[in-house]
């Protein structure tokens, strides 16, 4: 008898402990970003897109979600990106990858001395939240050598260095989607948007940088 209700606690108690760790609400991922965040020239982005990778690459305990949307900037007085979206999913982690059309020559001849000030004052806003997510900032891919206004030159010799200023300023930790990517031209069809492997290797450093967190 005694033996029989030991197996009948045991059991009990297995049961309440799997329930509570499936009922485990799984971390929140916000990709923010543009259209490289979208999945802008990629067939299906709900599951070739970075941010459905990087859902792939960490598993069911993140929920990854996309915010991204096409030709917005960090820079308010330009096309900026809304991120009241993001701001209301209540992240545990937010990803920003801002700063591709930050680049073209009217916006960023206009308004850069502005950037870094935006900039901080987004991931502060994050901050703020009750879910007091950790926001990372991502340093733009390449361009080969850009479309529509969008300049490798100026990515990398003025947006670039802003962004790791902005990030600074803010005590965040930047991801460098630049580097890796280098010698992926192939992976650009347009110049400036990634293919699907292009996507794949962006959600491999992004999630690098998050399990490192």
């Known amino acids: 008898m005694f033996l029989r209700l030991r197996f009948v606690i045991l059991s009990c108690a297995m049961l309440v402990l799997s329930k509570a760790g499936n ?20 067939l299906h982005p709900e599951k070739d897109g970075y941010p459905a990778r990087l859902q792939e690459i960490l598993g069911t305990s993140w929920s990854v979600k996309n915010f991204g949307v096409g030709g917005r900037t960090m820079l308010r007085k330009a ?8 701001l209301g999913s209540s992240p545990d982690i937010v990803v920003i990858a ?3 059309n930050d680049s073209k020559t009217p916006i960023w001849s206009g308004h850069k001395g502005e950037f870094v000030a935006d900039y901080v004052a987004m991931i502060k806003e ?19 050598p850009g479309n529509w206004g969008i300049t490798e030159e100026t990515i990398v010799g003025e947006v670039i260095p802003a962004i790791k200023q902005a990030a600074q300023q803010a005590g965040i930790s930047v991801i460098d989607l630049h580097t890796p990517l ?24 992004v999630a690098a940088a998050i399990k490192a967190k």
Do not use: M, Y
């Open 23 to 42: 009922a485990a609400d799984p971390l929140r991922v916000a990709c923010v970003g543009d259209s490289i965040t979208q999945g802008v020239g990629i």
């Open 98 to 100: 801002l700063g591709t």
């Open 126 to 144: 994050f901050q703020a939240l009750p879910s007091h997510p950790q926001v990372l900032a991502c340093l733009p891919p390449p361009a080969f």
């Open 79 to 86: 096309d900026p990106f809304d991120h009241r979206p993001a």
């Open 182 to 205: 280098l010698e992926s031209k192939p992976w650009f069809p347009d110049t400036v948007h990634p293919n699907e492997a292009g996507a794949q290797r962006i959600a491999e450093v």
